[in-house]
């Protein structure tokens, strides 16, 4: 198993998380996934890639460092997204029962090691 | 260009000697377009220079823009002209509050009060300088001051009483004024305007207008995102980065709301105090439109 | 956004909405043009088309060639802007899509709905009508009747 493998099975083996992929930042496609049936990895990828490099630069706009978790909440779940080296991203998706907070120290950890 | 302006500006350059800059001044400073509000109210102010309404609102439109200083003197202007201009002491008081100099803050604020006994906002800021003035520890050497009144005197040193701020405080206008952490909350149209508030850098440089124009089409992007993953309605965004807490709510369809703090704040208390602005918003939004 | 059959405009103008695209152009896979966005001469959209047709062609024939599938998009990454030619197939029959796109979008977003287009052009493509064949003596007076059609003159 590879690195990046390992990365998206612990992060899928966390309670709720529906689907786990890393996408490069700036094109929005999908270098890797894991998902359940019915999460497109491929919208995840693009919408969720987008959507961090706005925030990347709504915070260098502020003055502030670049962001290391994102959680876009919605009514039936999240998509949760850290950005890691090489512009890479690595995104999750998330039912609205989901442990978020075991899901971003995994992420936060995953992004360090990928970096 | 919405039709309210377009209505102004067409009223302005048939009678350019009207008053119609002072309202199509404002209208831009509302809507965000600073620059625009602020040509148009300059060159008002060229052609009125004794207008106390004139410098008021050259005030207002600077202490948005972040040039305090600026504002300060406009202010001032409008006082030497109309002491009793509650715009132009509320403004005053403001800048005093920032500058740490409550009883300086509180003397403009009473002669607002004063001059218009009916204003409620003016009842509100000065119980809220009263609150801190009682909670604030005496400083060990006390900056200098410019007296409070009369007006000429206040006006000696704005710099020098600017530059000492200690923390950032909201814009004299903003609807945030009374909430904790208002000086880094920001309300965002999805034109990429700023509508209310102010962001500041670490470095204490306002950001809100670039902030603002980054934040377009962030609703539109999360609100398909979450659509196209079948994940319903969004309703926040977290954001996290080493040196900042950020938080955007939706207060409506046609706004965003952006609250800042620093990271040692956590995540969770951020989230509720935007959604307590979110409120306020929705609330100062519906009584404007 | 002009297109010659209205059927094509609201699945056009979707993808136009999420995507950012800042050129596009859809056509046949023989180069007949359907529909427009962005270009401002109808020699541009001439040339585009023509290029457009024989790359699809051409790549088409190297998939055969290799064996494999037929390729379904190529991109061509620039700094200033990229371009993405993808073919796909609709009860119309065989068409390509020209995509030219910015940083201000990404490559899988212009994709991602891109896609949606072509799912949303085949439910929309009129279904008792045979494709339109390029006859050659009517090749000229159809393209004339098209770009004018497309340019709105």
């Given amino acids: 198993m590879t690195d990046t493998q390992l990365v998206l099975d612990r992060m899928t083996r966390v309670p709720g998380v529906r689907g786990a992929l890393i996408a490069s930042a700036d094109d929005g496609l999908v270098v890797t996934e894991q998902l359940m049936d019915g999460v497109d990895g491929r919208a995840a990828a693009a919408l969720a890639g987008s959507l961090v490099g706005r925030l990347v630069r709504t915070a260098e706009n502020a003055g502030r460092r670049p962001p290391v978790f994102v959680q876009l909440r919605a009514e039936r779940g999240s998509i949760l997204a850290a950005p890691c080296a090489e512009d890479l991203v690595l995104i999750a998706v998330v039912g609205a029962d989901a442990n978020v907070g075991l899901a971003r120290l995994e992420m936060l950890d995953a992004a360090s090691r990928l970096s | 260009m919405s039709d309210d302006i377009r209505t102004l500006t067409a009223r302005l350059a048939e009678e350019p000697a009207s008053l ?20 148009v109210a300059r060159g008002g102010l060229g052609r009125y220079p004794g207008l106390a309404d004139a410098h008021d609102l050259m005030g207002r439109i600077l202490s948005d823009q972040g040039d305090l200083a600026g504002a300060f003197d406009a202010w001032a202007d409008a006082l030497r002209i109309d002491p009793m201009r509650t715009g132009a002491l509320k403004g005053i008081a403001f800048l005093y509050f920032r500058a740490g100099d409550v009883a300086a803050a509180l003397d403009h604020l009473q002669r607002a009060a004063e001059a218009d006994p009916d204003d409620v906002s003016i009842a509100q800021a000065l119980a809220k300088v009263r609150r801190e003035a009682r909670g604030m520890t005496p400083r060990a050497e006390p900056e200098p001051v410019a007296p409070a009144a009369p007006v000429s005197a206040a006006v000696a040193s704005p710099v020098a009483v600017i530059e000492t701020v200690p923390l950032p405080q909201p814009d004299p206008g903003s609807p945030f004024a009374e909430l904790e952490g208002g000086h880094s909350l ?37 609100a398909r995102a979450t659509r196209l993953l079948g994940l319903g309605t969004w309703h926040s965004i977290s954001v996290e980065s080493a040196d900042a807490h950020m938080v955007l709510v939706p207060p409506t369809a046609e706004t965003i709301l952006l609250a800042a703090r620093e990271p040692s704040l956590p995540m969770a208390r951020v989230a509720l105090l935007a959604e307590r602005a979110a409120r306020t918003a929705k609330s100062w939004l519906e009584r404007i439109q | 956004m002009r297109a010659l059959e209205p059927w094509v405009e609201a699945p056009l103008q979707s993808f136009l909405d999420e995507s950012s695209a800042r050129l596009t152009l859809l056509m046949t896979s023989s180069g007949q043009v359907v529909a427009q966005h962005g270009f401002s001469r109808s020699l541009d959209v001439m040339t585009a088309a023509a290029l457009g047709a024989g790359i699809g062609a051409s790549t088409e024939e190297l998939a055969r060639l290799m064996g494999s599938p037929r390729f379904e998009a190529l991109v061509h990454h620039g700094a200033r802007q990229s371009c993405l030619l993808a073919g796909f197939s609709i009860p119309r029959g065989r068409w390509l899509g020209l995509v030219v796109f910015g940083p201000e979008t990404s490559v899988g977003i212009v994709q991602l709905f891109f896609d949606q287009m072509v799912q949303q052009l085949a439910a929309a493509a009129p279904r008792d009508q045979a494709p339109a064949a390029p006859l050659p003596e009517n090749f000229e007076r159809e393209l004339d009747a098209s770009l004018k059609a497309l340019f709105a003159r």
């Fill in chain 2, 186 to 222: 920001l309300l965002v149209d999805t034109n990429g305007l700023r509508l209310a508030g102010s962001l500041r850098s670490p470095e204490g440089a306002e950001t809100g207008d670039r902030v603002a124009a980054q934040l377009a089409g962030v609703s539109r992007e999360a």
């Fill in chain 2, 20 to 39: 119609a800059f002072l309202e199509l001044a404002e209208t831009l400073r509302r809507r965000g377009q600073l620059e625009a509000a602020g040509k």
